[in-house]
């Protein structure tokens, strides 16, 4: 649902008045009761966005998840979605995901409305839920197979393997593996139909930092690839260290975004100190 304010061509009354997107609605002046239609034009997709969000909308009884939340992600980003535990992220991802039927607004993935079209895109995606787990006695390679055989598009196995380091584990049980690794099989499987854009919820959440630190690196591998990906955090420094865009979420509502650089001088203090490292230990740049 979105609003769109019109002007009475015959009194001049400002009204406003509510629509979806490639609705007409018909209007009556309440001063001069002149009658009219207005048409809420479906915005116009670019060939360079992924994805589209726009007056997006979630609510359950007298909470409300998401409220009307916008935005944009362009093909070949990361895009970071942060904010606390409750902020609404995974509720939103649901949505686009087609897994959850948003309360009102709209939704675009490659140009096409998943309302009407989600089969046509979902061949497209893949998904790294919150909570991932897998067979625990089958090994990385039979993993990564089962789950390609659930696609028609197929992604080559052995280069998904090699891409992400797993070469050394593809004979080991899941079972086996450690946690930073299973994390590793999880993006591993979001590869196996060759999707363009890929939606990682909290991929990283209860790692150790250097864990973590080798997820981080196998995500930012997919950028180089060329994969579009929708990364759900509530770590600061994982938006910062991986994303090209960042929205911050809080009680449903998008409250700040842009680039880092852009959040940083916009939000941030200014006061700035930045601490290099130096050729000569006796020597601190700031």
């Not at 998401?66 to 902020?87: D, Q, T, Y």
């Not at 995500?219 to 990364?231: H, M, P």
């Not at 600061?236 to 960042?246: G, K, R, V």
């Amino acid at each position: 649902m979105v609003d769109k304010t019109v002007r009475c061509p015959n009194c001049g009354k400002i009204i406003t008045l509510f629509g979806e997107h490639g609705e007409v609605v018909k209007i009556t002046c309440s001063s001069c009761y002149l009658e009219g239609k207005v048409t809420f034009k479906k915005p116009i997709q670019s060939k360079n966005i992924a994805i589209e969000v726009n007056n997006l909308r979630k609510i359950y009884g007298n909470l409300v998840a998401v409220n009307n939340i916008s935005f944009k992600i362009k093909k070949g980003e990361i895009f970071a979605f942060l904010g606390p535990n409750g902020a609404g992220k995974t509720t939103t991802v649901e949505m686009i995901e087609s897994i959850r039927q948003p309360t009102s607004g709209n939704i675009w993935i490659d140009g096409k409305d998943i309302k009407t079209s989600f089969n046509e895109v979902k061949e497209k995606i893949s998904i790294l839920p919150q909570e991932f787990h897998s067979f625990e006695k089958l090994t990385v390679k039979e993993t990564l197979v089962y789950f390609s055989k659930l696609y028609k598009k197929k992604a080559d196995i052995d280069n998904i393997i090699n891409a992400m380091d797993l070469k050394d584990e593809e004979k080991k049980y899941y079972k086996d593996l450690s946690g930073g690794l299973k994390q590793r099989v999880g993006v591993a499987i979001s590869l196996v139909n060759d999707p363009d854009i890929v939606f990682l919820d909290e991929p990283t959440t209860g790692l150790d930092p250097k864990s973590r630190r080798e997820v981080w690196k196998v995500i930012a591998s997919l950028r180089d690839r060329g994969k579009t990906v929708f990364l759900t955090t509530h770590y600061m420094e994982e938006a910062e260290y991986l994303a090209d865009n960042i929205a911050i979420i809080h009680k449903g509502k998008i409250i700040a975004e842009g680039t880092l650089d852009d959040l940083i001088y916009k939000y941030g203090d200014e006061s700035i100190l930045r601490i290099q490292k130096s050729s000569s230990k006796k020597q601190l740049i700031f």
